[in-house]
């Protein structure tokens, strides 16, 4: 029965390690995956704008 309670004792205290060394490890894949050529923040703001109106003239388009 000894061994039954250490065994459980152990495997709970792996997982409590394991859990805490991932998540110590662990980096958005946006901040570990950038590049030179693709800058973006992170990715929860508007990356428009937050006065883009989807026209690529910029609001010139038709009026002359």
Request: charged content about 10%; overall charge positive; cysteine-free.
């Given at each position: 029965?000894?061994?039954?309670?250490?065994?459980?004792?152990?495997?709970v205290l792996?997982?409590f390690g394991?859990?805490?060394?991932?998540?110590?490890?662990?980096?958005?894949?946006?901040?570990?995956?950038?590049?030179?050529?693709?800058?973006?923040?992170?990715?929860?703001?508007?990356?428009?704008?937050?006065?883009?109106?989807?026209?690529?003239?910029?609001?010139?388009?038709?009026?002359?």
């Amino acid at each position: 029965m000894r061994m039954i309670l250490t065994g459980i004792v152990v495997t709970v205290l792996v997982a409590f390690g394991a859990g805490y060394v991932l998540r110590a490890q662990q980096v958005p894949s946006w901040q570990v995956f950038s590049t030179d050529s693709a800058r973006v923040g992170d990715p929860g703001h508007n990356l428009v704008g937050q006065n883009w109106s989807g026209d690529p003239a910029g609001g010139s388009a038709g009026k002359s």
